[in-house]
C-alpha cells in the first residue's frame, strides 16, 4: 500500500503543465527517473494508471515503460489485447516502440495484425512501431518467413486511405531495406512501388500527399 501511494505522489508531478512552469522541469524529469527506477514493481499501476490520466501524465508514463523495458513487454502486450478503447492500444503500442530487446521479435505478430486494424490511429502507431522494431532487432533472429509477413502488411498498406498511414508504410519499407530485413526480391517489388508513388514510372500516378511522396523519394534510397 505504502509503494502505491509513492507511486501515486510521483506519477501526480506529470500534471504539471511545462509550457506554463518550465521551471519545474527538473522536478518533473525527476520524478521520471524515480518512477522508472522502480522498475518491473510499478508497471501494473502504471498501467492502471495510463487509463485514468491525462495526456501528459500518459506521455511520460509511456515513456517510463519503455525505459523499463524487457520486463514491460508482457504486460504491455496484455494491456494492448484486452484494451477495447484505440487510444490505450495506441499508447501501448507506442510504449513498445520505446523498447529495444531482443524479445521484442516476439510482438511482430501482435503489431502486424493492429497494422490492419480498423482504427487510422492504432494502424499509423503499429506501422511506425514496425519501423522502429527494424532499428534494434538483427534480421538473423527473424525467420524469412517473418520477414515476408512484415514486408506485405507494409506493402498493404501503401494503399490505406489515411497519408499518415501510408507515409509510415513507406518510411518501415525503407527500414526493412536498410537493416537487412528483405532480399533483391523485395527490394525490386518495393522500388517499383516507391517509384510509382513518387511519380518516377510511366503512368505517373503518384501520391497526392507530399509527406508520402518525400517518404519514398528517401526511402529509395535504399533499394539498390
Known sequence: KEFNEAILAVCSIFHIDLFDRPDLE??????????????????PLILY???????????????????????????LL???????????????LYAMGKI???????????????????????????????????EHLKPQRITPKTRGTMFRALTKNLSDSHSTVRAKAVRSIGKMAKFGFIGP????????????????????AWDYAYIVRAEAEEALKYMD
Open 49 to 75: 494508471q495510463l487509463k485514468e490520466a491525462d495526456f501528459k501524465v500518459q506521455m511520460q508514463l509511456t515513456r517510463a515503460l519503455g525505459q523499463i523495458g524487457k520486463p514491460a513487454i508482457k504486460p
Open 78 to 92: 496484455k494491456f494492448y489485447t484486452g484494451s477495447f478503447d484505440p487510444y490505450m492500444r495506441i499508447f501501448a
Open 185 to 204: 526480391k523485395e527490394k525490386t517489388l518495393a522500388k517499383k512501388a516507391l517509384g510509382s508513388i513518387s511519380g518516377k514510372d510511366e503512368a505517373f
Open 26 to 43: 527538473p522536478a518533473v524529469e525527476r520524478a521520471f527517473t524515480i518512477l522508472v527506477a522502480t522498475g518491473e514493481r510499478s508497471i
Open 100 to 134: 529495444q530487446a531482443p524479445e521484442m521479435a516476439s510482438i511482430i505478430p501482435k503489431v502486424v495484425t493492429a497494422m490492419d486494424d480498423s482504427n487510422a490511429e492504432v494502424r499509423d502507431t503499429a506501422t511506425r512501431l514496425l519501423g522502429k522494431l527494424v
